[in-house]
């Protein structure tokens, strides 16, 4: 039989009145406050709480903030050289608060965000680390997905799906031998080599470049082709699969883990092969 004590305790949890999470599970859900312990965060009920008083900031690539955002939400990048002359200027125009997100709890620009605001001297800022997955799942009300109201949770890409669509590096480049498909390195300046990874068969386009990429996508569409095509560590692509959804393009597959995976198993075989 349960002591009284536990069964208090039972009765707590069931009526929400005491924490399901302990600080370390906490911790252990968003590895980046650990090492940013000096940014202030706002849970994704807080936010909600607090999205008209606040100046909500997406600090991601303008292609992922097209892709899908928090409703009323600016853009500055993070790796935009301006980015704290932005926020100051965010800043001035009034006193609300400032909060910035990311891609979810593993992604560490919200904290940088907040670092980089601090070091420029602009208080009040705050990292929404749950991310913007999160947010959609929860308020599918107030997100944009490629510039529309998401509306519905279940029209996010699950990563069950994503998955589908995923080839290991050795089996995307036999692919492409075996296969007229369109190769495309969709990797941004700063992470692109000199050289790509499939001289003579691949085409390199930007993401925020919707001209040439939607060009790339008609040619594989006109002439029945397949898209073939990889970032840098296999996560922009995530983004770029809802872009193929709306444009009609069912025939693609994208590399697992990116460049940066082709390169490991490129290492690892030669190694393994001394």
Known sequence: MPSIK???VTLALLAGMLPLASPAAAEDEFPGRKLYPDVATLSLEQLHARLDEVNTVDV???????????SGASNIPLADPEFAAKLAELRAGNDKDIVVYCNGKTCMKSYKAAQKAAAAGIDRVYAYDAGIMDWAKAYP?????LGKPLGDAKRLISKAEFKKHLLSPGDFGERIAASNALVLDVRDRLQRDSLGIF?????RVYLDDSKKLDRYIRKALQGNRGLLIYDAAGKQVRWLQYYLKDRGVRN??????GARAYYKEMTDDFLGGK
Do not use: C, D, N, V
């Open 6 to 8: 536990q069964a208090l």
């Open 60 to 70: 991601r690539s303008a292609f992922e903030y097209k892709t899908l955002h928090i």
């Open 141 to 145: 009300k107030q997100a944009l997905l």
């Open 199 to 203: 001289p003579g068969r691949e085409r």
């Open 252 to 257: 693609y597959a994208f590399m697992k883990g």
